[in-house]
């Protein structure tokens, strides 16, 4: 009779123990902070990882600009990209380089640099002065440049001085950083004119012929004269807000690929 009560007094403290050691676990469980949910970056930061985004943001640029700038990632090193031309450009006024600049920054973070450099100048004046040193001492590693054209042709500068002067400059461009990139682009576009079509008809030529890459935002302008006026000011010089607006959008659908 005793070796039994023992019997079934062990059997009843193992329950006991079981059950605590159950209790205490399903306890510690509960109590426990569940695991956090990873939390997904965005933006594009020089942080040394190449990402599929960061590959997809750049799918238009040229490829020699895609391959720097994916090293320069890597490197946590800023890519620079310098907007480059006439009073067109509209630094003061919120023009297009402005939006473009914002707007590239916004979305590539500190991995883009974007500078402008806005001249009251001819091509001409702009290669063979301090203008283009300025641009030069900076080191880009990709240059938009907006060769003057409509500066040039209202100061009777021909389009071989004005092609002579590109050359001038991207050859001084690569000499000093041979992974540079040059992209050419034309001013905007003038209600009622003759001769400055065929300039910038001769600019894409030329830029075809020597392999620059050309963003023609030209296609993306009215084309009737009456229409196209009411995106430039009133004396042509440059684009109205609506002009600008237009103009900015088309390099941001080309720098931003989506």
Partial sequence: M?????????IGCAAVLFYGNMTWQEKTSSSSPPHPAKVEETGTEPDGEETADDKALIAHWPEKAQDTFL???KAKKPYKLALVGSTALGEEENGWSRQVKEELESTYGASLDV????YDSTSIEFVNGEQAEEVLTDNPDLVLLEPFSLSDNSNLVGSKNNHESIQI???RLTE???????ILQPTHPIAGATYYP??????????????????D?????PEDDETLADYVTENQEAPNEKGHVVWADYLLDYFIAE
Avoid at 115 to 118: H, R
Avoid at 198 to 215: G, R, S
């Fill in 2 to 10: 005793k070796t039994f009560s023992l019997f079934i007094l062990a």
């Fill in 71 to 73: 090293q320069d990632l």
């Fill in 115 to 118: 500078t402008i450099y806005e």
């Fill in 169 to 171: 400059f991207n050859r």
């Fill in 176 to 182: 000093q950083n041979e992974d540079a990139v040059l």
């Fill in 198 to 215: 065929e300039q910038i008809e001769e600019l894409q030529a030329f830029a075809e012929e020597q392999n620059i890459p050309y963003l």
């Fill in 217 to 221: 935002h030209w296609t993306a302008w």
